[in-house]
């Protein structure tokens, strides 16, 4: 569990990053944030509707750098989307995931890899070569139906649609720690 007191500290590095960059200033990062070192992803949203998600499935840095990283990169580099805007960010709404180490699902069929999946509670990676996609546990509000979660993953690994019916997928799965927060008032609300 991260504690309120991170929280609050990731809450704020955030807010920063995104003030800093749509006044044109440079971002520095100086935590002194207390947080463990844990993979995150980053995910904004104006009005209700995806506006950047970037994030890592494993933990390269601290959670303080991987959240201020991700955060400048959903804002501005998420290639479905513009750069953020000055007068966007009133209606920006920003989700912080907290990964777990994600766990190796073993199945033995394609009815098997459904009957596991745990919509709403796990986020799902799927690797076949170098092809590699997840989608966080957040999607399944959007996606509910196991068979199309899975054929949109796929997709979006550039694999064909129907892959995981194959049995050829590496899949495994992660739980998340997610809070959120409207830039215009920058303070954690855990879900």
Known sequence: MIDEKCKQCLTKASHDVLAKKVAGKEVKLNSKCDCPKRAAFVTLKINGELRGCIGELEARTSLYESVSRNTEQAAFHDPRFHPLRKDELEELEIEISILSE????????????????????????????????????????????????????????????????????????YQVELFNYSYLNPRANSD
């Open 102 to 173: 994600p766990k190796l699902l073993e199945y033995s069929s394609p009815q098997d890899l459904l009957n596991k999946l745990r919509p709403n509670i796990d986020g799902v990676i799927i690797t076949k070569d170098f092809n590699c996609a997840t989608f966080l546990p957040q999607v399944w509000e959007n996606i509910p139906d196991k068979k199309v979660f899975l054929s949109e993953l796929c997709s979006k690994a550039r694999l064909r649609a129907d892959e995981w019916k194959r049995g050829s997928l590496k899949v495994e799965t």
